[in-house]
């Protein structure tokens, strides 16, 4: 676990790929119970130690977990996270090249629960929420492309399913597309960066997480831009 930035009120981490960030039935210990390990050591805190989720990343995805040390801020970014207002851009690796080198995707997309994998429609249908995301590609290899992410919309598994409806399967992620799995089981999607006012100072919060130490995500760390 990294921290990237800390304060009275919020702390945020980049997660490894395989980390869960909240405690969920396979009774793996979540990143939010190291986060308050981490707190109750740094601080000497007796008794539990607070920290609130305030969003998920999927186990096989790496990068930018924001966590709440109050309850203040933690009902402040829920709604925050709710109502779209937190910055989110991604890094992708995918092995297909766009067609366009930056667009739009809206599609409608259907959570099956029991598959744990959602469906993308290009129209509406009974059961489907609006999907929105736009996409620029940064960076081709000879095998592979990079693309940035911005979601507009938080729904589930949303950047994994809509590049795979647009013929861009990101790498590794078998459940939509990919033709083999990464080495590791994670996929290659990187929550590279996060951008919102702060619930409780209001100062604008801007955040990178490192590219994950792997060979493929470092052949592209010079092109990657910080901006």
């Known amino acids: 676990m990294k921290v990237l930035y800390e304060d009275n009120h919020i702390i945020i ?67 925050m996270f709710r109502v779209g207002s937190v910055d989110k851009r991604y890094l992708a690796i995918v092995r297909n090249r766009p067609a366009n080198d930056e667009g739009q995707l809206e599609n409608w997309l259907v959570r099956n629960e029991k598959q744990n994998r959602s469906y993308a429609y290009d129209h509406e249908v009974p059961g489907s929420k609006k999907a929105v995301l736009r996409y620029r590609l940064v960076a081709s290899s000879v095998n592979y492309h990079l693309l940035e992410v911005e979601l507009m919309t938080g729904r589930h598994h949303q950047i994994r399913c809509q590049l795979a409806k647009m013929g861009c399967p990101i790498k590794g992620d078998l459940k939509y597309g990919a033709e083999r799995s990464n080495p590791d089981g994670s996929i290659s999607l990187h929550a590279w960066h996060v951008t919102f006012e702060h619930p409780v100072s209001h100062e604008m919060i801007d955040v990178y997480a490192p590219l994950p130490d792997e060979t493929l995500w470092q052949s592209f760390a010079d092109k990657v831009r910080i901006y």
């Open 13 to 79: 981490v980049s997660k490894q790929s395989g980390e869960i960030v909240q405690g969920d039935k396979t009774g793996d210990a979540p990143l939010s119970e190291a986060v308050a390990q981490y707190l109750k050591v740094k601080y000497a805190k007796p008794g539990n130690v607070f920290v609130g989720v305030t969003h998920r990343l999927d186990r096989p995805v790496s990068g930018v977990v924001v966590l709440a040390k109050t309850s203040k801020a933690l009902s402040r970014m829920n709604e």
